[in-house]
């Protein structure tokens, strides 16, 4: 009986840990996009579309990414958001001259219309960003 108990206790643990996993996925409006899928995302929309272009080494890159997911989750519908890790795409990074980070750059219907360098916080991005959002609504 105790084992069953046991058994009980680590199916109920394994449940949440997935109930967890799969509820991250689902907030998760970040797309994460390599040198293949680059140009593809930026092509499939007409919204405007905030790229963060980081490394896993980058301290300030790492202060920003809670940032990108929040503007992510309030903008959801009216403006994309992407994320390339300059390390493991350095031909995106290159072909957007990229020499420091984090660097964002806000795209226009396939073209950067802003750069953003640094890690600046909410405020800058987020302003940046309407800019472009009020241009759609005309």
């Given amino acids: 009986m105790k084992k069953d108990e046991e058994l009980e206790k680590m199916k109920a643990k394994k449940l949440k840990e997935l109930l967890r996993k799969s509820q991250k996925q689902k907030t998760e409006v970040v797309t994460t996009l390599t040198s293949p899928s680059f140009d593809k995302f930026l092509e499939n929309t007409d919204l405007p579309v905030l790229v963060d272009f980081w490394a896993d080494w980058c301290m300030p890159c790492r202060i920003m990414a809670p940032v990108m ?70």
């Fill in 69 to 138: 997911e929040e503007l992510a989750r309030d903008y959801a519908g009216k403006a994309m958001f992407a994320r390339v890790n300059v390390d493991e795409n350095p031909e995106v990074a290159s072909r957007y001259s990229i020499m420091s980070i984090p660097h964002f750059i806000i795209f226009r219907n396939g073209r950067p219309a802003e750069r953003i360098v640094g890690a600046v916080g909410r405020g800058p991005l987020e302003d940046a960003l309407k800019k472009y959002l009020r241009e759609e609504r005309r």
